[in-house]
C-alpha cells in the first residue's frame, strides 16, 4: 500500500503546533492544501486523527498515539536533513521550566553547557505551564510539582532543603527561636509544597495568632523580596543557593527541624531520551546538580 510520507509530514506539523494555518505558514502551502493532505492520511489509515475546536484542532485518541510513535523519527529525519543540505549548523534544544528555576539556578550555569556544544542552540523556556508534549515543540521539561505525571520519563532533581531565610538587617544568624519568628513579617511562597504551618508544626510552635505576611506567587519574587528586607522567608536552598552563599540571606532560627522536599523533576516523553541534544543536556544537568549538591553539603 502506498504510505503518503508527504502527508506524514504535514500531520506532524499540525499536531505539532496545534493549528492548520501555522502548519501551513511553516510549511509554505495554504491551509487548504494541508487540509488535504491530512484527509489523504487519514483515509490511507482508515482512522480519524484531528477534530476541531473553535480555531484550533484538536488530536483524536488515534491521533496522539499515531503522533507519540512517529515524533521521534520524524524530528530525527529533519535534523539528518538539515545537516546534509547545510541548511543550519546547529540542532534546537528547547527546554522548558519554570521563572525561579530558569533564572535562580539555571541561568547562572548554562555557560558551560553551551560553550561545551556549540553545535546545540539553546531554548529556555521559563514558563510554570506544564508541557503538552504532544503538541509543543519542547525537549524537556523540568517541572515543579510532586512527580506523578504517568506516561511520561519522571525523574527528581534533587532533595531540597527548606530554611527560613532574611536579610542579615533583618535578623541576624542563629539569633532567633522558633516562636519568635511570629513576630516578624513572614514572607508567603503561595505555589510553593513547603509552606509556613508545616514548618511551624515541625518546629513544635503553635502558632495560633494572626501572622503579618506578604504573599508572593512566584518563589524568585520572594526570595528578592526576603533579600531587600520584606521579612523572613521559607524557601528552598536550590532556588537562593546564590543568596546564601553571598550572605544576602541568612537562617536566623537555631536549630531550625530540617524539612527535605524533592519538588523539581526533570520530564519527557520516553522517546526523547534517545535524542543526542537530550542526552547532552542531561548528562550536564546531573553533573551541575552533583558539583552544587557537593558544595551545599559541605557549607551548610
Known amino acids: 500500500m502506498h504510505i503518503p510520507l508527504r502527508a506524514i509530514g504535514v500531520f506532524h506539523a499540525v499536531a505539532r503546533t496545534g493549528s492548520v494555518t501555522r502548519a501551513a505558514d511553516e510549511l509554505g502551502v495554504t491551509p487548504s492544501a494541508v487540509s488535504q493532505q491530512i484527509q489523504s492520511l487519514e483515509v490511507s489509515l482508515g482512522t480519524t486523527l484531528i477534530g476541531k475546536s473553535g480555531r484550533n484542532v484538536v488530536l483524536t485518541e488515534a491521533g496522539e498515539r499515531y503522533f507519540e510513535m512517529i515524533q521521534a523519527e520524524i524530528e530525527g529525519i529533519a535534523e539528518a536533513t538539515q545537516r546534509i543540505r547545510g541548511f543550519r549548523s546547529v540542532t534546537t534544544l528547547t527546554v522548558r521550566a519554570s521563572p525561579s528555576l530558569s533564572t535562580k539556578w539555571l541561568l547562572p550555569r548554562l555557560a558551560s553547557f553551551i560553550d561545551a556544544h556549540p553545535g546545540i542552540e539553546l531554548r529556555l523556556d521559563g ?26 520519563f519522571v525523574e527528581g532533581l534533587v ?131 552533583d558539583i552544587w549538591r557537593s558544595e551545599r553539603d559541605q557549607t551548610l
Open 127 to 152: 514558563t510554570n505551564e506544564p508541557t503538552t508534549f504532544q503538541r509543543e515543540n519542547v525537549d524537556l521539561e523540568i517541572r515543579h510539582g510532586t512527580g506523578q505525571w504517568p506516561g511520561l
Open 159 to 289: 532533595e531540597e532543603r527548606f530554611r527560613p531565610v532574611c536579610a542579615p538587617s533583618v535578623a541576624t544568624s542563629g539569633n532567633l527561636d522558633a516562636a519568635e519568628l511570629l513576630r516578624f513579617r513572614l514572607i508567603h511562597s503561595v505555589k510553593s509544597q513547603m509552606q509556613w504551618p508545616h514548618w511551624f508544626d515541625s518546629a513544635g510552635v503553635n502558632a495560633t495568632e494572626r501572622w503579618r505576611r506578604v504573599l508572593f506567587d512566584r518563589t524568585h519574587m520572594a526570595i528578592d523580596a526576603a533579600v531587600a528586607g520584606f521579612g523572613i522567608a521559607l524557601e528552598s536552598d536550590l532556588m537562593m543557593w546564590a543568596e546564601l552563599k553571598s550572605g544576602r540571606l541568612v537562617c536566623p532560627v537555631r536549630n531550625p527541624p530540617a524539612l527535605a522536599l524533592t519538588t523539581q523533576w526533570v520530564t519527557c516523553p520516553p522517546d526523547h531520551l534517545r535524542l543526542g541534544k537530550v542526552k547532552a543536556f542531561l548528562a550536564w544537568l546531573k553533573r551541575e546538580r
